[in-house]
């Protein structure tokens, strides 16, 4: 499954891509099943329940000109995705790939609800980010 969406953004690249590169912003607000997350360097692990089974997220995230993160997801079988946020002129591409556990539900949830709802309230967020760190 491989789901490709575009916001135009109200900030600079240089702030979104701190912001983003942050799996605690990130993993809970793209993906609210999540409840518990921790990092570890570029390194995060969370849980949550979701179509009333238990799952565990555990990934890594790579920084350079674009945002990767790189995840499995762990419920009775093992699902692997990756997550790329990539700045074009005014505009971020987010493409999110999954093959595996939860596939066939995730495409559903996942495009509308979780995507659609993520982007569309991301420019705020980073707003409100922005004051609380000081970027």
Do not use: C
């Not at 912001?19 to 409840?35: A, C, G, N, Q």
């Not at 979701?50 to 993160?69: L, N, P, Q």
């Amino acid at each position: 499954m491989e789901i490709t969406r575009s916001i135009k953004l109200d900030h600079e690249w240089e702030a979104v891509s701190t912001i983003l590169s942050d799996p605690e912003f990130v993993i809970p607000r793209l993906f609210p099943p999540v409840k518990s997350i921790t990092v570890n360097g570029s390194s995060f692990r969370g849980s949550g329940k979701y179509a009333m089974r238990d799952f565990e997220i555990s990934g890594t995230v790579f920084k350079g000109t674009e945002i990767r993160y790189v995840f499995q997801v762990k419920s009775g079988g093992i699902g692997t995705g990756r997550l790329t946020f990539a700045p074009r002129d005014d505009e971020l591409i987010l493409k999110f790939e999954y093959e595996g556990v939860f596939k066939r539900v995730f495409s559903l949830t996942a495009r509308d609800r979780w995507i659609g709802g993520f982007l569309e309230k991301l420019n705020e967020e980073i707003r409100l980010e922005r004051i609380r760190r000081k970027i």
